[in-house]
């Protein structure tokens, strides 16, 4: 299969903790092309006090070096989003539109780190809804709230937020506990989509690995959704089914 879409990586050179080389950008997104993916998200962090980027700055980089890319059969094709950690500050960017939701602007990727959850929660995702933007949790698989209680992400999932596993996390990558919290809530079926979250090349064995665990046990159609039919709704601003 192929035709994937990614909608978290950290592909964009020289702005956050990814890759620090344009060649180092390039050897990801062939090893990704390789791996089935046509389109794959840039989402590089917008993180006051540890990557203070703008929107600005976030498309100035990209118009950088987005044109070295064009017509290189081998790599897929590219756009631009952003990782948001929902604070105050972001969150208020999120509702003036200063954030920088995914292509179309029907969709924002939003970070909750933390063991504890966020407070009002809930109310934020129904203002960003109400914005017009649907929220769609990175790794919730990764939140130590979550780990104690899997039906949290189904309450966050009710107000009208998606859910994306980074599918790494089945390989083992985050560690025992977020591998068995990832198994959980995608036995439960809440997850809406799957991704890489890659921040090297070696990002991507990984996610190979956790895709080739998904399609042991579920198949090619539970691959298929979360790899191409979930983020595809995702980018239309639907919550997948």
């Not at 044109?67 to 604070?87: I, M, T």
């Not at 920088?100 to 203002?127: C, I, K, S, T, W």
């Not at 990175?138 to 979550?146: C, D, K, L, N, S």
């Not at 107000?159 to 068995?180: E, I, M, P």
């Amino acid at each position: 299969m192929s035709g994937y879409v990614d909608l978290h990586c950290h592909w964009l050179p020289g702005i956050d903790d990814g890759p620090t080389s344009l060649d180092e950008s390039h050897e990801m997104l062939r090893a990704l092309a390789a791996a089935g993916f046509e389109l794959v998200v840039a989402t590089p962090h917008m993180r006051p006090g540890l990557f203070d980027n703008l929107r600005s700055d976030l498309e100035a980089a990209f118009a950088r070096v987005e044109p070295q890319l064009r017509g290189d059969a081998e790599l897929p094709r590219v756009a631009l989003s952003s990782e948001h950690y929902l604070d105050d500050v972001v969150f208020q960017r999120l509702l003036d539109g200063s954030g920088l939701p995914y292509p179309g602007g029907q969709a924002v990727l939003v970070e909750l780190y933390g063991m504890n959850q966020p407070v009002a929660l809930e109310h934020r995702f129904a203002d960003l809804r109400r914005r017009g933007l649907l929220p769609v949790i990175a790794h919730p698989e990764r939140y130590g709230y979550v780990w104690k209680d899997p039906d949290a992400l189904e309450r966050f999932v009710d107000t009208g937020a998606a859910a994306l596993l980074n599918a790494a996390a089945l390989d083992g990558k985050y560690g025992r506990q977020v591998r068995k919290t990832a198994e959980q809530l995608l036995e439960a079926g809440l997850y809406h989509a799957a991704c890489s979250d890659a921040h090297c090349v070696a990002d991507v064995g990984e996610l190979e690995r956790g895709l080739a665990r998904i399609r042991k046990r579920y198949g090619e159609e539970e691959v298929d959704f979360l790899f191409r039919e979930g983020p595809t709704a995702i980018l239309a601003g639907q919550v997948p089914t």
